[in-house]
Nanobody, 126 residues
């Protein structure tokens, strides 16, 4: 089992920045690819970014490329999402997730992730 707890969300003006953290506990965190997803009111949960278990490969949805960066610190069992140049359309609950099985790359599909945090709210005002 992997337990995940997100933090770092909040209210920010458009153009501002936030850094989300996801603290993991349980089985070998460093062996799992990680992802960030978000869900806005009335919409389905969507992929934001993923990071391979080695940390060498990243993927981003087109709308956040060049603005968001995913990273991990295995010594701290934590994955981060640095969000810059935030826009009102980035407003959502953000979830971190760990892949179902270890030693694979990141994925854009929610079905590939077996462990989820409780989410953290990000609100961007215009």
């Amino acid at each position: 089992q992997v337990q995940l707890v997100e933090s770092g969300g909040g209210l920010v003006q458009a153009g501002g920045s936030l850094r989300l953290s996801c603290a993991a506990s349980g089985r070998s965190f460093s062996n799992y690819a990680m992802g960030w997803f978000r869900q806005a009111p009335g919409k389905e949960r969507e992929f934001v970014a993923s990071l391979s278990w080695t940390g060498s490969n990243t993927r981003y949805t087109d709308s956040v490329k060049g603005r968001f960066a995913i990273s991990r610190d295995n010594a701290k069992n934590t994955v981060y999402l640095q969000m810059n140049s935030l826009k009102p359309e980035d407003t959502a609950v953000y979830y971190c997730a760990a892949k179902r099985v270890p030693y694979y790359g990141g994925s854009t599909s929610t079905d590939d992730y077996g462990y989820w945090g409780q989410g953290t709210q990000v609100t961007v005002s215009s």
